[in-house]
């Protein structure tokens, strides 16, 4: 089989890499003509993120599981832009509340504006979402609603934290599955069903992009500890220094590994580790930690589960693309 790429390094038949890049691209002009307003500043605040680019994997993914059934399907291409809207939403509130400063490379809405319009930009987007989300059908409607319940419920579940005889590692995943696989599922569940692919290839595609959603989050988690900066475009450890504790840091806190320095980062990972010299000795025995090992285990685990139930769809060049993805989340950490 000849192969050419699509985004993420993916190596594709020509074909459907050639479908889709075209209709990626119409996706883009879509996406641009979404989020106009007929108010200036709306209308630049609303581009702001559009503009600055992003990887658009929720919309790869719709396109991706469309040729499972026609590709073509009037609702296809529409659907790829109201995941992308939503997750373009979820952006500007997260900044709000992460107080964020820089978003791909360039000021966060809120730094350069406000809180305020921040905020209202992103409502807006949900709100252009559900026009577009409007012509496709209550199924449509109804996937969106459930998947946005979902969205806030993690970002609750996330600011609040587990409750004290909550199992936080449990809470933790949940968390991932909520705030950043539902939308992942969402997009292949659209995919296929507004292309038409039998019901359940429609089920399959979703449960196996839940899993590579999760797989996606777990391998960020760990190229946050392990990657340099020139690798993974972030500061390394981040998550630490903003004391957001990821899977690794759960598997030190619940007791994997015995060595004479797990007692000294666990003490560490209860700390604030905005100081450089505490951060840099917590990053540097992190890295170190059998839990990196650990944490890389249920990486591969999660994208095997997933690449299991996309085996059983038929032998086409899509399946490929989708198996392709599951090889890349794992090889993506090393």
Not at 174 to 202: E, M, N, R
Not at 211 to 236: C, H, R
Not at 280 to 309: I, K, N, S, V
Request: proline share 5%; with cysteine; aromatic share 4%.
């Amino acid at each position: 089989m000849s192969s050419s790429a699509v985004p993420f390094g993916l190596a594709v038949d020509d074909g459907l890499a050639a479908d889709v890049q075209e209709r990626l691209a119409a996706v883009e002009s879509l996406l641009l003509e979404s989020v106009h307003s007929e108010d200036p500043l709306l209308t630049q605040a609303s581009k702001h993120l559009v503009e600055a680019g992003g990887k658009r994997f929720r919309p790869m993914l719709v396109l991706l599981a469309s040729h499972f059934g026609d590709p073509a399907a009037a609702g296809v291409v529409p659907a790829a832009v109201v995941v992308e809207l939503t997750h373009l939403a979820t952006l500007y509130h997260d900044d709000v509340m992460d107080e964020a400063t820089v978003r791909r490379g360039s000021p966060s809405a809120n730094a350069r504006w406000t809180n305020t319009v921040a905020i209202l930009t992103g409502d807006y987007l949900f709100a252009r979402a559900s026009d577009l989300l409007a012509d496709l059908g209550p199924e449509a409607v109804r996937i969106q609603a459930r998947a946005f319940a979902r969205l806030v419920r993690g970002q609750i579940q996330e600011t609040v934290g587990p409750t004290p005889d909550a199992d936080p590692l449990k809470h933790y995943l949940q968390v991932v599955a909520d705030k950043t696989a539902s939308l992942i599922a969402v997009s292949g569940q659209f995919g296929a069903l507004l292309g038409g692919a039998p019901s359940h290839v429609v089920d399959t595609i979703t449960s196996a992009c839940e899993k590579i959603g999760v797989a996606f989050q777990l391998s960020d988690d760990i190229l946050d500890i392990a990657s340099d900066a020139e690798q993974s475009g972030k500061t390394p450890g981040t998550d630490l220094r903003e004391g957001i504790r990821t899977l690794p840091m759960h598997l030190v806190l619940a007791g994997a590994g015995s060595g004479p320095d797990d007692a000294r980062l666990r003490e560490l990972l209860t700390q604030d580790l905005t100081d450089d010299t505490l951060h840099a000795e917590a990053l540097a025995l992190l890295r170190a930690h059998p839990a990196m090992d650990r944490a890389r285990t249920d990486l591969r685990r999660w994208a095997e589960d997933a690449r299991a139930e996309l085996e059983t769809l038929p032998d086409i060049p899509v399946r490929a693309a989708f198996t392709g993805l599951c090889d890349y989340v794992v090889s993506r950490t090393g």
